[in-house]
């Protein structure tokens, strides 16, 4: 009888032990077929995370009492037309950290998401998806930065997020000027009340080696009236060093519901090049999503995005690509490029 008491017991107190921590596997897999034409020539094929970006995923956390948790996601992506990792130079692609969580906020150390591309689903109509994407145009200068530190908090509708990444170069250990080789620094501040959500983001690159500084301002949000939820951005980007820029990016855009398992998306997207005329370029987009249970989901989208004589954007990856994608056609300046796609989704 004793036994048994103690057994109970030791049961008990184990299960108090798990039910304070918890792992959980997660994932995504969206394919489906894609046309594309660059006014040259055009291409059919089968894309990976169309609507979402293929994946899988560990997340979990610990309560370490006093309100305080330790807190970790190591997110992998992958190219389900091929069942490849989505990239070759690292397994944990997408998001790698730890951190800790309080009343006070949230502290996380590792590979995160850059301010930009963590705060698109609030300013952009297509969610940075499908034939709508606005980093079509947008420069996000990439969606995640390594080695970052962010500081994150929110109460009573207002958020924001510190962030800082370490540029890891010898001799460079500056947070700013010259000897900055290779760091981050960004933040976004924003205001959520009922209908309403705005959110103000900025990002500081110091290139490696240092011979470049980019500077992101972004300032968007939307409105949902209930039967059309509205749509906007502004953003400036400025470039010093071995190659300047300075551009301007506007977006408008609109989602409406569609009984109660269907959203039309709308989506128009500018750019004007403040330092090479003739250099500007548009992209007019229209999508549809359609639930058919909480987890699985079917889409479809289509883009044309029109190029000035001395510019060359593409519908089918983003701006700041530093290379065309493999099965992605060549953007071609002064032509249009269009998109066509449609895929199933499903979460799990």
């Known amino acids: 009888m004793k036994k048994s008491l103690i057994a109970l017991a030791v049961l008990a107190a184990s299960g108090a032990a798990m039910a304070q921590s918890s792992v959980t596997l997660y994932g995504i897999a969206d394919v489906g077929f894609a046309h594309e034409n660059n006014g040259q020539t055009s291409v059919s094929r089968m894309d990976s995370g169309n609507l979402n970006g293929s994946r899988w995923g560990l997340k979990g956390s610990e309560d370490l009492g006093g309100g305080l948790k330790a807190i970790f996601t190591l997110e992998a992506g992958l190219n389900l037309d091929t069942g490849a990792t989505s990239s070759t130079s690292s397994f944990f692609n997408r998001q790698s950290f730890v951190g800790v969580s309080s009343n006070f906020g949230t502290v996380k150390l590792g590979r995160q998401m850059n301010p930009v591309y963590a705060t698109a689903s609030t300013w952009d109509s297509f969610g940075d998806a499908l034939a709508g994407d606005s980093a079509h145009l947008f420069n996000y200068n990439g969606s995640r930065t390594d080695n970052m530190v962010s500081y994150n908090y929110a109460s009573n509708g207002f958020y924001g997020e510190l962030q800082y990444g370490l540029g890891e170069v010898a001799g460079n250990n500056s947070i700013t000027g010259a000897n900055a080789a290779g760091r981050t620094a960004g933040m976004f501040v924003g205001y959520k009340a009922g209908p309403f959500d705005v959110v103000l983001t900025h990002q500081n690159i110091h290139n490696n080696p240092y011979n470049e500084a980019t500077k992101m301002t972004l300032l968007g949000g939307n409105y949902d009236f209930g039967m059309v939820k509205l749509f906007a951005a502004y953003a400036v980007e400025k470039s010093v060093g071995a190659l300047p ?34 250099a500007n370029a548009h992209q007019v987009a229209i999508g549809y999503v359609h639930n058919l249970s909480k987890r699985t989901a079917l889409y479809t989208s289509y883009a044309q995005l029109n190029n000035d004589p001395k510019a060359a954007y593409s519908a089918a990856y983003g701006a700041d690509a530093t290379s065309v994608p493999a099965g992605k056609l060549p953007a071609i300046a002064g032509n249009n490029d269009k998109v066509f796609d449609i895929g199933i989704r499903h979460t799990f």
């Open 245 to 278: 820029k300075d551009q301007k990016d506007a977006h408008l855009g609109l989602t409406a519901p569609v009984g109660t398992a269907g959203t039309v998306e709308l989506s128009y997207l500018r750019k004007k090049d403040d330092l090479v005329s003739n």
